[in-house]
């Protein structure tokens, strides 16, 4: 049923209108799942418009997909962007993005404790092929004015990865485009409903769609939001070249997560806020490490993912093994709740990752904590670190 009364988009919060979008016109409340690799034309003379650029039909699923264009409306929505191009991971997000902007001899100023990942990528792909990449601690990057002089693309997270240090977006947007620079930001971890960036001045923002975003720990996924021009750039070059693109189930059930996004967030502040308060005062506990609302500007709230650094007392394979109610594994954002023990990244042979390079504590466990009862993951959890002193 509908009326006469329109409301603008500017007006309605970001859970309403998550779950008022992409009704399809049918009546049909979730929209339908187009799972085909291709659509077929009419007339050679509709084929030959299409490949032309000068008829809007629906080709190969690879370049557009009815579902898959649902849900990157729903993120362009969320994020308040233009528009959005979804992948098929995350790291197909960070990559294909990257690459339609920087070219041989550009200087990218990367945020310390990046996602392990992104810096291999950084080092292994575009270091290689003569892409200039320097890190700065989220303190050098909010006071040094000059920092990204010369710089092309300040690639960001806020919070980073482990350590969570969250960064003021509104000031280091400001530097770069004092600069030249485009800003890209990684928000998987606060999503649209906690903080907004292009609001506050970042140019790109993309996401492990895997992680909240999903929501089920079902769906392997990336989405990157900006202007029209951008994404433009990245669908004409880098999306059907590189042929990271979403598969439209994928997509489908993405829009499902969508739809409970504002509430699961809001569970899962509610889980790591009780967490956050009962292990800052306790004695085994030397830092809790996550960025909770008004710690920065625009953002105003904090996820379940948080970093807890115990004392050197506390038997960090011992308290892992005890628990009943966490996964040990990695990824996050889901239903779950899991844990992480820095120290099984940080014995890895080979060549140096990121939190060798930048010195993450081998006392640090990862938590994400999922929607289960928020008084029973702390049982376990306190009963197991009890145990677990030595």
Not at 204 to 225: E, F, M, P, Q, R
Request: aromatic letters at 8%.
């Amino acid at each position: 049923m509908k009326n006469n009364n329109h409301t603008s988009e500017d007006q309605i919060s970001l859970s309403t209108r998550l779950a008022m979008a992409c009704n399809d016109p049918s009546g049909s409340i979730t929209p339908p799942l187009y799972q085909s690799s291709l659509f077929s034309f009419e007339s050679v003379g509709t084929f030959k418009d299409t490949m032309a650029g000068l008829h809007q039909q629906y080709l190969y699923t690879r370049v557009a997909n009815p579902t898959i264009d649902a849900f990157e409306s729903m993120m362009a929505s969320a994020e308040r962007g233009e528009a959005a191009v979804a992948f098929s991971s995350g790291m197909a997000a960070i990559s294909s993005t990257l690459m339609a902007f920087v070219r041989p001899g550009d200087r990218i100023a990367c945020v310390e404790h990046v996602y392990p990942d992104a810096y291999r990528f950084f080092e292994k792909i575009l270091r290689p092929f003569g892409v200039v990449v320097t890190y700065h601690s989220v303190a050098d990057m909010e006071n040094d004015p000059e920092l990204l002089a010369g710089c092309r693309i300040a690639y960001l997270e806020s919070p980073n990865s482990v350590m969570l240090e969250a960064m003021d977006l509104p000031k280091v947007a400001a530097y770069a485009k004092r600069h030249g620079a485009m800003t890209i930001i990684d928000n998987s971890w606060a999503t649209p409903v906690f903080q907004r960036p292009l609001e506050l001045g970042i140019d790109v923002v993309v996401h492990s769609a895997s992680k909240y975003i999903s929501g089920h720990s079902d769906v392997v996924a990336g989405v990157t939001i900006s202007s029209q021009e951008n994404i433009q750039a990245i669908r004409e070059l880098t999306l059907p070249l590189f042929g990271g693109k979403l598969a439209p189930f994928e997509a489908w059930l993405l829009v499902r997560g969508l739809r409970t996004l504002n509430a699961r967030m809001k569970a899962h502040e509610a889980t790591a806020n009780l967490f956050i308060e009962r292990l800052s005062d306790h004695k085994a506990v030397a830092a809790v490490h996550s960025p909770g609302a008004g710690s920065v500007p625009g953002l105003s709230g904090r996820s379940g993912l948080l970093s807890v650094e115990f004392e050197r007392s506390v038997n960090i394979e011992k308290l892992v093994d005890q628990l009943k109610h966490f996964s040990l594994g990695v990824s996050w954002g889901g239903f779950e709740s899991l844990v992480l023990p820095s120290k099984v990244s940080l014995a890895q042979k080979g060549e140096q990752n990121s939190l060798q390079r930048f010195k993450v504590p081998d006392t640090i466990i990862r938590m994400s904590l999922g929607l289960e009862d928020a008084e029973d993951l702390w049982k376990d959890f306190a009963g197991a670190l009890g145990e677990s002193v030595v």
